[in-house]
């Protein structure tokens, strides 16, 4: 039968794309701002604290509700309702006391949904797909590039290979961090950062140790720039109330005004040879680039166009200056000779193209583009050509997990390189990476008291099962078995874990441990395929699926071993057992009929029903936990989406209604 996205071990392949916000360069100053009295008004840029904010402001907009109501849908035979309020109504908001988690693509990647059981207060909570990678910087030997990202939900400094590869995160601080520049000698890192109250410029070795802060004054300072030989760091600054250049010593000392006028100067950026900064102004009206020697002093102007350029950066040889503008009516990289001759335009898209940067071998250019909807860092041969997207966090989330109070859900996740367990508020809040190993971890499942979470890890080289409290703290190993153990699940008095040991094939076998590891035994003598194992909600009996007599059956055992009963007989394949929260009947699923739909079965084996039945695939059932309902996941409208009925199978209504693949519902417990 068929499953997306989670296989045998919960790998998530999915395809690389993200969607985002674009992050904008500049905004109209008001009345109130120093600038604003120059005529005429100028577009100013945004100060760098306010440019950070919009990094993580893309992080935000993922969490709007969207109040689409359930759609109608028809089963021959049965009468179609519609989820959600009627015309003229007003959308509840909060009506429902339970929810529905669930894993979605919709945004390109899979990432945890949950949603009201009438169709609204869909919420995305593990907002992985909006991701801003911005300002890039070559390490001067060419081999690494820093950036800032909000990759991990805030604006961070993380440095990567040159070809895309082995991103790591240098900064980790709960303020915003951002424009990055490498020191000439390759050992440093300059940044901007607003951890301690305002945007000042700070200094970190290249590999995220010793953060020094540098400027300290209550006005913003930003987009640093190092001095060819590493003595001087030149930046912007409003601390004598409008943006000038200013330069610095590399400790932070020395600290002198380069530029002195009424309109904003901002990005500076020295001459390879160190004897002049280049820098974008509004002086004349309007967002040019202008040039001056290191003291200050020769100040020309190279660019003229009533569109707007700015953030300048010189060739390795001094010979050009490239440069982002407005003038083609798209926001565009172009290139200019030194001497403000031979403007070259080099990338042409829809989307905006900003802050670039040469590669310290003059072959490549570094910059950021929406062009892949989100902002993500490029890079071009140096002519335009060959343009390649080098930072694409292919993120996946899924797997989620309720605690049983309702308020935290634990799901597996890629979002720091590696599969791993994390843990999230019910409404999308405190994200909380809990494992952290180069192995894979997965299927966590809480402790019916919500302290604990049991997962599966192959950190000891074979696939085990591990149990950790619910912070992460206190990880154990429960199986020191190499025949590989997965699949664990509490019982619900929390005493003891059910689990597959043998990986879930054909040579598996069922155990039962106490929760300590302790009185590890095997329930069933004889090895065969078991999988979907799953305690009765009284703890008297466990129902999986197994095809130790042919083809894939529903079987119950009882929790000590004794007992065992086939409940299914087909010639087709019957899985995913999920007990009513009473105990009493099973709901799996089954292609009896063809293709897949959902069943339910007393927990005798009596009473078999067939709850859909419609040409397109139902699948992963799950009980409401007042037992009245089933939601489960469908393609019967031409895509997988999120449906829910009565238990009896009756009164069908659609939740979601997207292009992409909605899927493994699971209902949130009673509060």
């Given at each position: 039968?068929?499953?997306?996205?989670?296989?045998?071990?919960?790998?998530?392949?999915?395809?690389?794309?993200?969607?985002?916000?674009?992050?904008?360069?500049?905004?109209?100053?008001?009345?109130s701002?120093?600038?604003a009295?120059?005529?005429?008004?100028?577009?100013r840029?945004?100060?760098?604290?306010?440019?950070?904010?919009?990094?993580?402001?893309?992080?935000?907009?993922?969490?709007?509700?969207d109040?689409?109501?359930?759609?109608?849908?028809?089963?021959?035979?049965r009468a179609?309702?519609s989820?959600?309020?009627?015309?003229?109504?007003?959308?509840?908001?909060?009506?429902?006391?339970?929810?529905?988690a669930?894993?979605?693509?919709?945004?390109?990647q899979?990432?945890?949904?949950?949603?009201?059981p009438?169709?609204?207060?869909?919420?995305?909570?593990?907002?992985?797909?909006?991701?801003?990678?911005?300002?890039?910087?070559?390490?001067?030997?060419?081999?690494?590039?820093?950036?800032a990202?909000?990759?991990?939900?805030?604006?961070?400094?993380?440095?990567?290979?040159?070809?895309?590869?082995?991103?790591?995160?240098?900064?980790?601080?709960?303020?915003?961090?951002?424009?990055?520049a490498?020191?000439?000698?390759?050992?440093?890192?300059?940044?901007?950062?607003?951890r301690?109250?305002?945007?000042d410029?700070?200094?970190?070795n290249?590999?995220?140790?010793?953060?020094?802060?540098?400027?300290?004054?209550?006005?913003?300072?930003?987009?640093?720039?190092?001095?060819?030989?590493?003595?001087?760091?030149?930046?912007?600054s409003?601390?004598?109330?409008?943006?000038?250049?200013?330069v610095?010593?590399a400790d932070?000392?020395?600290?002198?005004r380069?530029?002195?006028?009424?309109?904003?100067?901002?990005?500076?950026?020295w001459?390879?040879?160190?004897?002049?900064?280049?820098?974008?102004?509004?002086?004349?009206g309007?967002?040019?680039?202008y040039?001056?020697?290191?003291?200050?002093?020769?100040?020309?102007r190279?660019?003229s166009?009533?569109?707007?350029?700015?953030?300048?950066a010189?060739?390795p040889?001094?010979?050009?200056?490239?440069?982002?503008?407005?003038r083609?009516?798209n926001?565009e990289?172009?290139v200019?000779?030194?001497?403000?001759?031979?403007?070259?335009?080099?990338?042409?898209?829809?989307?905006?193209?900003?802050a670039?940067?040469?590669?310290?071998?003059?072959?490549?250019?570094a910059?950021?583009?929406?062009?892949?909807?989100?902002?993500?860092?490029?890079?071009?041969n140096?002519?335009?050509s060959?343009?390649?997207?080098?930072?694409?966090?292919?993120?996946?989330d899924?797997?989620?997990?309720?605690?049983?109070?309702?308020?935290?859900?634990?799901?597996?996740?890629?979002?720091?390189?590696?599969?791993?367990?994390?843990?999230?508020?019910?409404?999308?809040?405190?994200?909380?990476?809990l494992?952290?190993?180069p192995?894979?971890?997965?299927?966590?499942?809480?402790?019916?008291?919500?302290?604990?979470?049991?997962?599966?890890s192959?950190?000891?080289g074979?696939?085990e099962?591990?149990v950790?409290?619910?912070?992460?703290?206190?990880?154990?190993?429960?199986?020191p078995?190499?025949?590989?153990?997965?699949?664990?699940?509490?019982?619900?008095d929390?005493?003891?874990?059910?689990f597959?040991?043998?990986?879930?094939?054909?040579?598996?076998e069922?155990?039962?441990?106490?929760a300590?590891?302790?009185?590890?035994?095997?329930?069933?003598?004889d090895?065969a395929?078991?999988?979907?194992l799953?305690?009765?909600?009284?703890?008297?009996?466990?129902?999986?699926?197994?095809?130790?007599?042919?083809?894939?059956?529903?079987?119950v055992?009882?929790?000590?071993?004794?007992?065992?009963?086939?409940?299914?007989?087909s010639?087709?394949?019957?899985?995913?057992?999920v007990?009513?929260?009473?105990?009493?009947?099973?709901?799996?699923?089954?292609?009896?009929?063809?293709?897949?739909?959902?069943?339910?079965?007393n927990?005798?084996?009596s009473?078999?029903?067939?709850l859909t039945?419609?040409?397109?695939v139902?699948?992963s059932?799950?009980?409401?936990?007042?037992?009245?309902?089933?939601?489960?996941?469908?393609?019967?409208d031409?895509?997988?989406?999120?449906?829910?009925?009565n238990a009896?199978?009756?009164?069908?209504?659609?939740?979601?209604?997207?292009?992409?693949?909605?899927?493994?519902?699971?209902w949130s417990?009673?509060?």
């Open positions: 039968m068929e499953r997306l996205g989670v296989g045998t071990w919960g790998s998530i392949r999915l395809p690389r794309t993200a969607i985002g916000v674009p992050v904008p360069a500049t905004y109209r100053a008001s009345a701002d120093p600038a009295s120059a005529a005429p008004t100028p577009r840029r945004f100060s760098v604290l306010a440019s950070l904010t919009v990094l993580a402001f893309v992080v935000l907009l993922a969490f709007a509700c109040d689409a109501p359930g759609l109608p849908v028809t089963i021959p035979g179609a309702t989820g959600g309020p009627q015309a003229g109504q007003t959308p509840p908001v909060g009506a429902s006391a339970d929810r529905i669930f894993v979605t693509l919709r945004n390109g899979a990432e945890i949904h949950v949603i009201n009438d169709g609204f207060g869909l919420l995305n909570l593990s907002n992985t797909a909006h991701p801003g990678n911005s300002h890039s910087a070559w390490s001067p030997d060419g081999s690494r590039i820093a950036f990202s909000t990759h991990d939900g805030n604006s961070e400094i993380y440095v990567m290979d040159a070809d895309g590869s082995d991103p790591i995160r240098l900064t980790n601080d709960p303020a915003l961090d951002g424009f990055p490498w020191s000439p000698d390759g050992t440093r890192i300059v940044f901007v950062s607003g301690d109250g305002n945007s410029i700070y200094v970190m290249a590999d995220g140790s010793s953060v020094t802060r540098l400027t300290d004054h209550s006005a913003p300072d930003g987009f640093p720039a190092w001095s060819p030989d590493g003595t001087h760091i030149a930046f912007e409003a601390r004598d109330g409008n943006f000038e250049i200013y610095m010593n932070g000392s020395g600290v002198t380069l530029t002195d006028d009424a309109a904003l100067d901002f990005a500076p950026a001459s390879p040879d160190g004897t002049r900064i280049a820098f974008t102004s509004a002086r004349d309007n967002s040019e680039i040039v001056m020697n290191a003291d200050g002093s020769g100040l020309a190279l660019t166009d009533l569109a707007e350029d700015g953030e300048p010189w060739s040889d001094g010979a050009q200056i490239i440069f982002y503008a407005d083609a009516g926001r990289i172009y200019i000779d030194s001497d403000g001759s031979g403007v070259t335009r080099l990338t042409d898209d829809a989307a905006v193209d900003f670039p940067a040469w590669s310290p071998d003059s072959t490549q250019i910059f950021s583009s929406t062009r892949s909807d989100d902002s993500e860092i490029y890079v071009m140096a002519d335009g060959d343009v390649a997207r080098l930072t694409n966090p292919s993120v996946s899924g797997q989620p997990a309720w605690s049983p109070d309702g308020t935290r859900i634990a799901f597996v996740s890629t979002r720091d390189g590696n599969q791993d367990i994390y843990a999230i508020g019910a409404d999308g809040s405190d994200p909380i990476r494992t952290n190993d192995a894979l971890d997965g299927f966590p499942a809480w402790s019916p008291d919500g302290t604990r979470i049991s997962f599966v192959s950190r000891d074979f696939k099962v591990y950790m409290n619910a912070d992460g703290s206190g990880e154990a190993r429960l199986t078995s190499s025949a590989g153990d997965t699949g664990p699940v509490w019982s619900p929390g005493t003891r874990i059910a597959i040991s043998g990986g879930g094939g054909g040579n598996s069922i155990h039962v441990a106490n300590d590891g302790s009185g590890n035994r095997g329930l069933i003598p090895s395929a078991y999988t979907g799953v305690w009765s909600p009284d703890g008297t009996r466990l129902a999986f699926a197994s095809s130790r007599q042919g083809n894939s059956e529903i079987y055992i009882n929790s000590d071993g004794s007992g065992l009963t086939r409940l299914t007989n010639s087709s394949d019957d899985v995913g057992p007990w009513s929260p009473d105990s009493s009947r099973i709901a799996f699923e089954s292609d009896r009929d063809i293709n897949d739909e959902i069943y339910a079965i927990a005798d084996g009473g078999l029903t067939r039945d419609g040409p397109a139902d699948l059932p799950s009980w409401s936990p007042d037992g009245a309902r089933i939601v489960f996941q469908s393609s019967r031409g895509n997988r989406e999120i449906y829910v009925m009896d199978g009756s009164g069908l209504t659609r939740l979601t209604d997207d292009p992409a693949i909605d899927k493994d519902p699971v417990p009673l509060p």
